[in-house]
């Protein structure tokens, strides 16, 4: 969908590695999965572009705990602080640094990993 909005837009972009990943998942962690690659130039107008279609969409979501559409996306960044933690991430992860996502409620501070599915 990101590539899809992106070249609606004119952004330059393709995914990397989808076919290795398609032909055999199990390869997904070694090498990072499927990657969206973008023009160098164009990287900044494309992250505009996917954070305002993000805000847009977690608007049209509601909390699972209290109903209303306050959801916020949080990131937290934990970045190895040795070289074999670092080759532990590489391992684990497929990138050198560990990306925990989960989503938040602005209005009741309810945390989740997943979106509800709507109804």
């Given at each position: 969908m990101q590539l899809s909005m992106l070249k609606e837009e004119c952004i330059t972009c393709y995914i990397k590695d989808e076919y290795t990943i398609t032909i055999d998942p199990l390869l997904s962690p070694a090498i990072g999965g499927m990657k969206l690659m973008v023009d160098e130039l164009q990287?900044?107008?494309?992250?505009?572009?996917?954070?305002?279609?993000?805000?847009?969409?977690?608007?049209?979501?509601?909390?699972?705990?209290?109903?209303?559409?306050?959801?916020?996306?949080?990131?937290?960044?934990?970045?190895?602080s040795g070289f074999f933690e670092k080759?532990?991430?590489?391992?684990?992860?497929?990138?050198?640094?560990?990306?925990?996502?989960?989503?938040?409620?602005?209005?009741?501070?309810?945390?989740?990993?997943e979106l509800p599915v709507a109804e």
């Open positions: 990287i900044e107008s494309a992250e505009k572009i996917l954070k305002k279609a993000d805000l847009e969409f977690l608007e049209t979501v509601g909390c699972p705990n209290c109903g209303r559409h306050a959801l916020e996306q949080v990131l937290e960044i934990k970045n190895p080759i532990k991430f590489m391992l684990i992860n497929g990138q050198d640094q560990e990306i925990k996502k989960y989503y938040r409620c602005k209005s009741c501070g309810y945390k989740f990993d």
